[in-house]
């Protein structure tokens, strides 16, 4: 339940302050997060 909680608060956050940067940002940090089998990906 928590874990929910979370990623609908990530969700809202990114919703709410979307922007090209913000994707952009996140497109980069995706493979580093991948690589280092980041236990806290949704």
Do not use: C, G, M
């Amino acid at each position: 339940e928590e874990k929910i909680q979370r990623r609908v608060e990530h969700d809202l956050y990114y919703i709410e302050n979307w922007s090209v940067l913000l994707d952009l940002y996140i497109l980069l940090k995706t493979p580093f997060s991948l690589l280092t089998k980041n236990e806290n990906a949704y």
